[in-house]
């Protein structure tokens, strides 16, 4: 069975752009999560989509957004980017949410300069 | 989430038991224990998890205290690719999927020697 997968894995953009990174999590999975990962702040949750609704979000502002597809395939979007947005993004999905594991993907490097 | 503690940085010798202690004295009764870990450059990967007793799988066991406040990662047998960051993380079971998610720490850093 595949992992999950992001793309792209690396991303170079300026301040004031936006940018959109994808998410495919594992065949049957339909919770699909995403963190932020910076070396000052670790990793911190964003939010979580289950069959197309975020069920919870992060402390986060609300320059970043997301959204799932039918497919359970998910996309996070970040506008007005900042330099302090430059962090690795990582997506995770699970069966069901709840207690189930989470299963990481390799994660978006996201660099702005 | 309940807190949890961890010591930032642990050592452990090639081939020889690794013992990753983790103190959660707030535990409530529903809070399952999480263990993931994360290999150079790669995201989090889990390791294993438990509620009251002993659990072991193919990658490690979890022991934990009598009274829960505790437990314990065992890696039975440390290899260079054992080298991570170990985050214990307490979930909520009672809190719903609708909750669902991890909330990390900073982990304890294992170094292994060969």
């Known amino acids: 069975k595949a992992g999950v997968t992001q793309t792209p894995r690396y991303l170079i953009k300026t301040r004031g752009q936006q940018v959109t990174l994808s998410c495919s999590p594992i065949s049957g999975h339909r919770s699909v999560s995403w963190y932020q990962q910076t070396p000052g702040q670790g990793l911190q949750f964003l939010f979580e989509?289950?069959?197309?609704?975020?069920?919870n979000k992060g402390n986060f502002p609300g320059r970043f957004s997301g959204r799932q597809f039918s497919n359970s395939r998910s996309e996070m979007n970040v506008s007005t980017l900042e330099l302090g947005d430059s962090a690795l993004y990582l997506c995770?999905?699970?069966?069901?949410?709840?207690?189930?594991?989470?299963?990481f993907g390799p994660g978006t490097r996201l660099t702005v300069t | 989430d309940a807190k949890t503690t961890q010591p930032n940085s642990m050592e452990s010798n090639e081939e020889e038991p690794v013992h990753l202690p983790c103190n959660h004295s707030?535990?409530?009764?529903?809070?399952?224990i999480h263990w993931y870990r994360q290999l150079p450059s790669q995201g989090p990967e889990y390791v294993i998890h438990?509620?009251?007793s002993n659990v072991n799988n193919r990658m490690a066991s979890l022991a934990i205290a009598e009274d829960r406040k505790s437990s314990t990662l065992i890696l039975h047998r440390a290899t260079l690719r054992d080298a991570a960051v170990y985050y214990c993380?307490?979930?909520?079971?009672?809190?719903?999927?609708?909750?669902?998610?991890?909330?990390f720490g900073k982990g304890t850093l294992l170094t292994v020697n060969p």
């Open positions: 995770a999905s699970s069966q069901a949410g709840g207690n189930y594991e989470q299963y």
């Open positions: 707030t535990i409530s009764g529903t809070d399952y």
């Open positions: 438990g509620l009251t």
């Open positions: 993380i307490l979930r909520d079971w009672n809190s719903g999927g609708s909750n669902y998610k991890l909330t």
């Open positions: 989509y289950f069959s197309e609704t975020q069920r």
